[in-house]
């Protein structure tokens, strides 16, 4: 069996988008359609995170001038955030969002959501992948249950996302051209200064461009890639070096100081294998979002290992994974974003090479050849379709393309719009803060992001007296979560000093130092 799976097709296809079959143009249409309508489908129904709230305010601070509304301090590169403030005003011309901002930004990452299936399908095309199991491929991207929930939120994996794939299509180009490489390096260091984890794919990248048949020029198409990549990511350290923020030094920040609060200060997730350890119980919750195309995907990534056209796919899986498996550093919960579409490159290839061994071996029973190609086709598509747990699927992505998950979180919005002066101090979580700041407040020191009380030192400049001169606190459902994990002792005092006015759901609004307060 290994033998046949090894066996690499007698002629590879110089397929490329410049090149379109009309069946393939038809499948890229279909792909935007459905990715379009899946993803606008109850887009702002799924709960707002903080980090949705971080991301659009940054964005929205370049407005401004700023890179953040608050003290930029490295902790990402800002190129993830710039691409969206250069976008937002597209479902703004359009009247999107509901007047919130994070849902209005949801629709910018929309244009990503959809440019990653299209990738997904170019690639798996590029590897000479059927047009059926291509598309299979990005059927598992689009109605994944992580995909429509982590996928459809503003995180910056989905904003790097495309960027990295673009970055494998073109180091995979049959032409093996230098400028195609040079590009692909660049395009992966928009990815990284995008989101930096997505430098963990930079193996599979060179093993896609060098594990290949010998050309002339290979090393010079190396050498375009690394030269071109490292430029585009000397922009990062030298904006630093203009600011005057390189290194460390007393009176301001420094890429140092972020790079080292990154990979040794910040408090780990622990081991894997540590039972209740914040790792293991992330890596549980991505299995029940969507087991199938986590187990099935990496199976699929083993059985890739078994042709040099799709060896790239399993080491980047292998590579994805391999922090998740031994490292014990800080994950976040959107880090298997930037996995998914690999997963289904995987799933897609996979069943390719079944389809071609299978093919291989009815040819040599069926008597009739005209019937082999249809029956193995038809075959091997029930077999996924029997294997795949389509009813859970279909009951996840219900609940997410249906439900109302942000009533509570608008009628807080409406709540603090109508009742609070707006000279009155406020803390808020930062998933509602540049929507309230912007209604009046127009202030960062009096409508202030809950853990800058703490973590930003120009807290102390605008309120000498600390907590003592907050005087609204809006308590979401993820506050007391950061409050221990951040150790904002500020804001622990002032909610611990708190009656609550008004709650809604969730989301609870609380005076400060108010012994009893009627709602109105």
């Given at each position: 069996m290994s033998s046949v799976l090894t066996q690499e097709p007698a002629a590879q296809p110089r397929?490329?988008?410049?090149?379109?079959?009309?069946?393939?143009t038809a499948a890229v249409s279909a792909v935007v359609l459905v990715a379009s309508a899946v993803f606008f489908t109850n887009l702002t129904g799924l709960a707002y995170a903080d980090d949705e709230g971080t991301y659009t305010a940054q964005a929205l601070s370049l407005n401004d001038g700023d890179l953040a509304p608050y003290t930029y301090w490295y902790d990402h590169p800002p190129v993830g955030w710039i691409q969206l403030a250069m976008l937002i005003w597209i479902p703004r011309l359009f009247g999107l969002g509901d007047d919130i901002d994070i849902a209005t930004m949801r629709y910018v990452i929309?244009?990503?959501?959809?440019?990653?299936?299209?990738?997904?399908y170019l690639i798996a095309r590029r590897i000479t992948v059927t047009k059926t199991f291509a598309l299979l491929g990005v059927a598992a991207f689009i109605f994944s249950p992580l995909s429509l929930s982590l996928g459809r939120q503003i995180f910056l994996d989905t904003v790097a996302l495309p960027w990295l794939l673009l970055a494998f299509y073109l180091v995979l180009s049959?032409?093996?051209?230098?400028w195609n490489h040079a590009a692909a390096g660049g395009s992966f260091a928009i990815a990284v200064l995008s989101k930096v984890t997505a430098a963990v794919m930079g193996p599979a990248l060179l093993v896609a461009l060098i594990d290949r048949r010998a050309w002339q020029g290979r090393m010079f198409s190396v050498m375009g890639f690394l030269t071109v990549g490292a430029l585009v990511l000397a922009f990062y350290p030298l904006m630093a070096l203009l600011r005057g923020e390189l290194v460390s030094g007393d009176g301001h920040v420094s890429l140092q100081d972020g790079l080292l609060y990154q990979f040794t200060a910040r408090e780990g997730s622990g081991y894997v294998w540590e039972v209740g350890s914040a790792r293991s119980e992330l890596l549980v919750s991505w299995a029940v979002g969507d087991g199938f195309l986590i187990v099935g995907g990496a199976i699929a990534a083993v059985l890739c290992l078994a042709s040099r056209r799709t060896r790239w796919v399993s080491v980047a899986v292998g590579s994805f994974f391999m922090p998740v498996i031994v490292g014990e550093g800080y994950l976040p919960s959107?880090?298997?974003v930037a996995g998914i579409p690999f997963l289904c490159i995987a799933l897609a290839s996979a069943a390719d090479l079944m389809r071609r061994a299978a093919l291989r071996v009815a040819r040599n029973w069926l008597p009739n050849q005209a019937l082999v190609t249809p029956i193995v086709l038809v075959g091997v598509t029930l077999l996924l379709l029997v294997q795949t747990p389509v009813l859970g699927w279909v009951a996840k992505d219900r609940e997410l393309l249906s439900s109302d998950q942000n009533s509570d979180f608008r009628d807080?919005?409406?709540?603090?719009?109508?009742?609070?002066?707006?000279d009155e101090v406020v803390l808020t979580p930062y998933s509602m803060w540049h929507d309230l700041d912007s209604e009046g407040w127009d202030d960062n020191w009096t409508m202030i992001v809950l853990e800058k009380a703490d973590l930003d030192p120009a807290f102390k400049v605008h309120h000498p007296s600390g907590w003592k001169e907050i005087e609204w606190i809006i308590e979401g459902p993820t506050v007391q979560s950061n409050l221990e994990v951040l150790g904002l002792t500020t804001a622990s005092t002032a909610l611990q000093n708190s009656a609550i006015v008004r709650s809604f759901g969730p989301w609870n609004i609380r005076r400060v130092q108010a012994d009893a307060i009627a709602a109105p």
């Open positions: 397929w490329s988008i410049g090149r379109l079959a009309r069946p393939d929309a244009l990503y959501f959809v440019a990653n299936a299209v990738l997904i049959p032409r093996m051209a230098l959107m880090y298997i807080t919005l409406d709540w603090m719009r109508s009742h609070v002066p707006r």
